[in-house]
């Protein structure tokens, strides 16, 4: 991973031994062996537990652990993670759901332990796997599954509207390029005034470097992490994988690999703008608790969708 990313993506990650030890012992139980080695991983913007584990008996799992001391938001998206992966089931490119805990305050989660790394994004056939496995989920989770709850692409665009980007404060638009706020009328009468970006496909929304690894032994791409998913259109995994290269023609080379129409890459272009000024103006807000890297990693990314932006729709 280069050293940039690495940065941008690091939360501080709670150790496996702060875990109260009832849940150390349901471990134990539904691995059917005490756990003898811990290995911590760190990357992601999480401050959850996140350990390899291995056990007496040699068998290894994945674990993420989270309480609302640790963070407030984090236990609704574990909980939202259960059950997507109870309903939609395994799959080659998802890590296997082993088993789930929540006592109330504690949610932690047991997976298959993908022993892999992060794709190289600078060789292109690692980026061609991971684009035809978003493909492949996409194919699978069209239409979303009737008894998944969850928000949508559109509610999320309503959430930026109504917390910054209708009268966003002084303060937070000052960070935002000058040639976004001269044109900041204009684009954000663009971004409201197609309609709801909605469909009827169960997105990953969250199709990032440290959410993905390539398994060692068959070269499988495996997506981590369903926290955050929601309902949306069938190509908004493919549009929150080329944020990546959002400011680069790699980010419209995607798109137009995926074969969206000409209303859809207009929608694809207002979701960009409605994230770029939404997550450059929230860099500018105090970090959450465990999050340290949350701001710098909003204002970057930020950064790069409005430069996509300007290029996709100059202004």
């Given at each position: 991973?280069?050293?940039?990313v690495a ?7 709670a ?16 691995l ?10 760190t ?8 350990s ?13 652990a ?6 407030p ?5 574990f909980?939202?993670?259960?059950e ?26 047991l997976l ?9 994004w ?16 996409v194919?699978e989770l069209?239409?979303i599954?009737?008894?998944i709850?969850?928000?949508s ?6 959430k ?7 009268d ?25 005034g197609?309609?709801?970006v909605?469909?009827d ?9 440290d959410n993905l ?6 070269e ?5 992490d ?18 990546e290269?959002a ?5 419209d ?17 207002r979701?960009l ?5 939404y997550?450059?103006?929230s860099s500018?807000l105090?970090a959450p ?9 909003r ?17």
């Amino acid at each position: 991973m280069p050293d940039d990313v690495a940065k941008r993506l690091t939360g501080t990650r709670a150790p496996y031994a702060t875990m109260p030890a009832r849940v150390r012992t349901w471990i134990d139980e539904q691995l059917g062996s005490p756990v003898v080695s811990v290995i911590p991983r760190t990357g992601g913007m999480s401050p959850a537990v996140a350990s390899t584990l291995v056990t007496a008996s040699g068998t290894r799992a994945f674990v993420k652990a989270v309480s609302s001391d640790i963070n407030p938001d984090t236990p609704s998206h574990f909980r939202h993670e259960i059950e997507v992966l109870q309903t939609i089931g395994p799959a080659a490119y998802r890590a296997d759901l082993l088993a789930s805990y929540d006592d109330g305050h504690w949610v932690a989660i047991l997976l298959e332990d993908v022993d892999g790394d992060h794709p190289d994004w600078d060789d292109a056939t690692a980026v061609d796997a991971v684009f035809a496995v978003v493909m492949e989920q996409v194919a699978e989770l069209t239409p979303i599954p009737p008894t998944i709850r969850t928000d949508s692409v559109a509610d999320i665009m309503t959430k930026h509207q109504a917390l910054i980007l209708a009268d966003p404060p002084a303060e937070l638009f000052a960070v935002l390029p000058a040639w976004t706020r001269t044109s900041y009328a204009e684009l954000m009468s663009f971004v409201t005034g197609g309609g709801p970006v909605d469909g009827d496909t169960l997105c990953h929304w969250d199709v990032r470097h440290d959410n993905l690894l390539v398994r060692e032994r068959d070269e499988q791409v495996v997506m981590l992490d369903w926290g955050v998913s929601r309902r949306g259109p069938w190509w908004a995994d493919v549009f929150v994988m080329g944020v990546e290269w959002a400011e680069l023609d790699l980010f419209d080379q995607l798109l137009s690999r995926a074969d969206l129409s000409d209303d859809e890459q207009r929608d694809a272009t207002r979701l960009l703008a409605s994230f770029g000024c939404y997550l450059l103006m929230s860099s500018a807000l105090p970090a959450p608790p465990g999050l340290p890297q949350l701001p710098a990693f909003r204002a970057d990314v930020g950064a790069r969708c409005l430069a996509g932006t300007r290029r996709r729709l100059p202004l």
